[in-house]
Structures are given as C-alpha cells and as structure tokens.
C-alpha cells in the first residue's frame, strides 16, 4: 500500500454508502474492470460499469421491498495486502429505516488500489450464496 492510498476502513465505507444511497454511479466507479464475481454457481466477469449500474439497480429494489434501507461494513478481515493488492472478508450488515440491524451477509473481496490511491474491486465473492 502505498502512503497515500486510501484506508481499507474508508473505501468499504464509501462503498456502503453508496449502497446506502443507491449511487448507482459511485457503485459503477468502484469497480475495477474487468471484474470478476464468483459464486458457488460460477464465475460472471464484468466487463463495463452499466453492468454494475444493473446489477445494483435490480438489488435495490429487492433489498427496499424487504424493509432494507441501509448498510454498514463490520468485522473487516485483512488476509493478505501487499503493495496495489488487498483479499480479505467482512460482513456487510442491512439495516432497517431506524438504524437497526436486519441480517448479515459475508462477503469476501480482491481490491486493487488505482495509480491515484483509491481502492476499487476486482473479485467479489458472496459467502452466504
């Protein structure tokens, strides 16, 4: 990692954020591209960042229609980083319209840090699917 590269804590919170808001732009820009998604099911690449803007704007209306208004990184894992490379795992927590939690989904991740220091993601992996 390099001095000025972005705090692992700081982008899942910028990626949370914009999960919480349905910024489906800033969710397509956090991506690095191509992508990879990795399921028990198989393997998807993401080649450009509408499919990321689809992708979100489908889940969103899943999550809204459950009561899910909001989501939270906890219990981040750092397995391995090395310089322009983080793998880890952690659990993102939905929460109600008031704050509160609503469930839990684990989910680990490869994150790339770009020349400007801002971290994007390169493999994503539900663990709960």
Do not use: K
Not at 1 to 17: C, L, Q, V
Request: hydrophobic content about 35%; charged content about 20%.
């Amino acid at each position: 990692m390099t001095p000025d590269a972005e705090s692992i804590d700081s982008f899942f919170a910028r990626y949370t954020g914009y999960l919480t808001s349905g910024d489906l732009d800033g969710l397509a820009e956090i991506y690095n591209y191509p992508a990879l998604a990795v399921t028990a099911r198989g393997c998807a690449a993401i080649a450009a960042p509408q499919q990321t803007r689809e992708f979100f704007e489908q889940g969103q209306a899943y999550y809204r229609s459950r009561g899910i208004q909001g989501v939270r990184a906890r219990d981040i894992v750092t397995e391995i980083e090395v310089p322009g490379v983080w793998v880890g795992h952690l659990l993102l927590e939905n929460l109600d319209s008031d704050g509160s939690p609503v469930g839990t989904e684990r989910n680990a991740y490869q994150v790339v840090t770009a020349e400007d220091g801002t971290r994007r993601i390169a493999v994503t992996t539900p663990l709960d699917a």
